[in-house]
């Protein structure tokens, strides 16, 4: 039963880093909360997040999500941060272990997927990724076209 008063309302925003699910194979998915300024917040519930650019590293024994630029919120005037500065991940120590030898060991990238808000709180979706070749690009292209055109053959042959 709680799991349904999870569900995202209208009014939540979700942002979803669409070059990433492009150019990378997502291996592993953890969710994480972040440490951000209660105008940040402000800032991302009226729409000012960009996830382009952004990565995930590891230093001194903590996550950090760099190149997140929040722009700063349209009503306050006294707050000067910088939009784009390094943001804390909060993680627990162990997964923030696990992460960082599977990025050294294995060459994997941590980028993140998805911001999205749950029970008011801002959370993070980090992906474990590996980028992917051209050719690997150009086949899920591919994939996905022959996926639309068998959808549309079968939409067809239900008219008839």
Known sequence: MARDKEKKKSGSPEYVNRAALRNYH????VEAGIALEGHEV????????????????????EAWVVDLNISA???TSDMEVEPSRKRRLLLHRQEIRKLDSKVKERGFT??????????????????????KKLFDRKQDVADRDAKRAMEREAKDGDKY
């Open 73 to 75: 919120y349209s009503h």
């Open 42 to 61: 402000k800032s991302i519930r009226e729409g000012g997040l960009n996830l382009r650019d952004a990565f995930c590293e590891v230093s001194g024994g």
């Open 110 to 131: 941590m980028i993140p997927l998805k911001i999205y808000f749950r029970r008011g709180k801002v959370k993070i979706e980090i992906g474990l990724c590996r980028g």
């Open 26 to 29: 997502i291996v592993e998915r």
